[in-house]
């Protein structure tokens, strides 16, 4: 595929959290169809290692700093992409924090740390990035990376996080219709369980393995197919989307409480 083949080139795509994961995923997709990514990562070797794989495979890369739970920051980030690459296209919020455990034991400071990461960081960057964003010449794009427990809450201890992915959504919506006006789509995407490196860390194979056995797509999702959705979002194919919500997760937000099946349907 030359460089005029790939419908990013000329095209430039901020990533936050673009270090790991998921977001180190999209970056790389980004940059494969031509995009100029700029990965923001709160820990630079994790950022500075995902740019050097970019540049590596012919891509190009840049890295900003990316703390979204500061105000500051977040400007910075921003200003600083906007400074280096002349332009802003596509922003593509996947950084986000968590905070796992009871309500009844939870401290009030991690609280309120999860509440500046995951909802303070949308108004920041919505408002830091329209004016360039507007300047797209096919419409800019700012997608945010929600999760599928924002509205069907499965895991235990995650009613801070997931909470605050449902503003997310919520947020977007709202944005969508307030953005239409400044050439700006608004959209988000619902990962399921997806093989990042947080959830590795959290589940084993076998851990996995049993929670995935009854979806309808038994296993846990990759990343690159986050990205996948992520670049399509953004191309000119999706030009009349906009305040969408896209689940991803093999169809586990259908998967029936255990027994209930079985109770529905005995004589």
Known sequence: MTEQQKQY??????????????GKAIAVAFAAQGATV???????????QAVAEIRAAGGKAELVGGDISERAAVKKMITDAVKICGQLDVIVHCAADNAHGRI????????????????????WIAKDAAPHLSKAADKGRLIYISSG??????IPGLIPYASTKAYMNAFARGLAVEFGS???????????????DRMKSALNEAQTATIAANFPVPRA???????????FIASPQAAYITGASLLIDGGASMVPLVGLSATLTKD
Not at 104 to 123: G, P, Q, R, T
Not at 221 to 231: C, D, F, M, R, S
């Open 9 to 22: 080139a000329g095209k430039v795509v901020l990533v936050t959290g673009g270090g790991r994961g998921m």
């Open 38 to 48: 700029v990965i923001a990562a709160r820990t630079s070797k994790y950022g500075e």
């Open 104 to 123: 009844v034991d939870m401290e009030d400071d991690a609280f309120d740390y999860l509440i500046k990461s995951n909802v303070h960081s949308l108004f």
């Open 149 to 154: 427990s924002a509205n069907r809450n499965y």
């Open 182 to 196: 400044l050439n700006i789509l608004v959209n988000v995407i619902e990962p399921g369980m997806i093989a990042s």
């Open 221 to 231: 999702g990759l990343p690159e197919e986050i990205a996948a959705a992520a670049v």
